[in-house]
């Protein structure tokens, strides 16, 4: 079984900052993709980050500049420290990773259970 426990969320001021964690665990072989995902309420879910084995990052064009993802290849956690918030900002992010569990036939993705994000004064 592949699980992935996120932390790191709560509520913030505008202009302030907040750091995602996302640990994979379980008998995994290897991790490919790992990234954020994010939904307010009424909106459809959309990309925050993602970043690949290698360090490649990708960024919505909302938090480009603002929000920087990165990986802990060795602990199989990624993180997304954002900055500069914004009340536009509040959402459930949801951690999601594309990898190979042990035994499987091929790569899955997985994702986290969710974690809220609530930027206000």
């Known amino acids: 079984q592949v699980q992935l426990v996120e932390s790191g969320g709560g509520l913030v001021q505008p202009g302030g900052s907040l750091r995602l964690s996302c640990a994979a665990s379980g008998s995994i072989s290897s991790i490919y993709l790992m990234g954020w995902y994010r939904q307010a309420p009424g909106k459809q879910r959309e990309l925050v980050a993602l970043?690949?084995?290698?360090?490649?990052?990708n960024y919505g064009d909302s938090v480009k500049d603002r929000f920087t993802i990165s990986r802990d290849n060795a602990k199989n956690t990624v993180y997304l420290q954002m900055n500069s918030l914004k009340p536009e900002d509040t959402a459930v992010y949801y951690c999601?990773?594309?990898?190979?569990?042990?035994?499987?036939?091929?790569?899955?993705?997985?994702w986290g259970q969710g974690t809220q994000v609530t930027v206000s004064s």
């Open positions: 999601n990773t594309y990898l190979w569990a042990a035994g499987a036939t091929h790569a899955e993705s997985y």
């Open positions: 970043i690949t084995t290698g360090g490649g990052t």
